[in-house]
């Protein structure tokens, strides 16, 4: 089945400074990577996804790359704020497999 | 549309205790899953489903038991409660196609003592 690995476990920056985040994944056949954020005692919710058709997406602070021949994919934070604090998880995804696997998420802390 | 709606918010359960943690959703999603979150850990899925009437075992399944009679509704059932299955249980629901990402319920947060 498909393994997704996560780095850094946690990770601090300096509000107005970037942050990044990356997995990597096994299955070849995965092509659909959504990003989850998780604040504390809250549900996880989607941030982003990027299909394996596209090399990179960004939504205004936030972007994703992907890089198929490697099977690696990152989360990309600009001008961090202090509500960008909490924990994200990426995940993998074959479009033929119902189920998301995700990997084992970043505590992201935001220095003011 | 209220989304995810999943009851109870906390619950005590005793060793050896049985419960239904319910789920529901309203977006007329095909797919819906349960997912456990260990303490400072990911999420792993238990049980999912693509369907009514049709159920599937995640990475987890040991300890649990699912139904899936309506569109609506998928309730999560634990039978001889354990300490390891002390948790958060999130349910979540997506359509099938063009993503796959599921959209998550507020969870349960399940102790057993």
Avoid at chain 1, 41 to 50: E, M, N, T, V
Avoid at chain 1, 64 to 89: C, G, M, R
Avoid at chain 2, 2 to 12: C, D, S
Avoid at chain 2, 41 to 54: E, Q, R
């Amino acid at each position: 089945g498909e393994n997704v690995e996560q780095h850094p476990s946690t990770l601090s920056v300096q509000e107005g400074d970037s942050a990044v985040i990356k997995c990597t994944y096994s299955d070849s056949a995965s092509n659909y990577f959504p990003w989850y954020k998780q604040e504390l005692g809250k549900r996880p919710q989607l941030i982003i996804d990027i299909r394996s058709n596209v090399g990179e997406k960004k939504d205004q602070r936030i972007a994703v790359t992907l890089n198929k021949t490697a099977k690696h994919f990152s989360l990309h934070i600009t001008e961090t704020q202090p509500e960008d604090s909490a924990v994200y998880f990426c995940a993998a995804s074959d479009f033929g497999n119902e189920k998301l696997t995700f990997g084992t998420g970043t505590r992201l802390t935001i220095i003011p | 549309n209220a989304g995810v709606t999943q009851t109870p918010k906390f619950r005590i359960l005793k060793i050896g205790q049985s419960m239904t943690l319910q789920c529901a959703q309203d977006m007329n999603h095909n797919y819906m899953y349960w997912y456990r979150q260990d303490p400072g850990m990911g999420l792993k899925l238990i049980y999912y489903s693509v369907g009514a009437g049709i159920t599937d075992k995640g990475e987890v399944p040991n300890g649990y038991n699912v139904s899936r009679s309506t569109t609506e509704d998928f309730p999560l059932r634990l039978e001889l409660a354990a300490p390891s299955q002390t948790s958060v249980y999130f349910c979540a629901s997506s359509y099938s196609s063009p993503g796959l990402a599921p959209y998550f319920g507020p969870g349960t947060r399940l102790t057993v003592l």
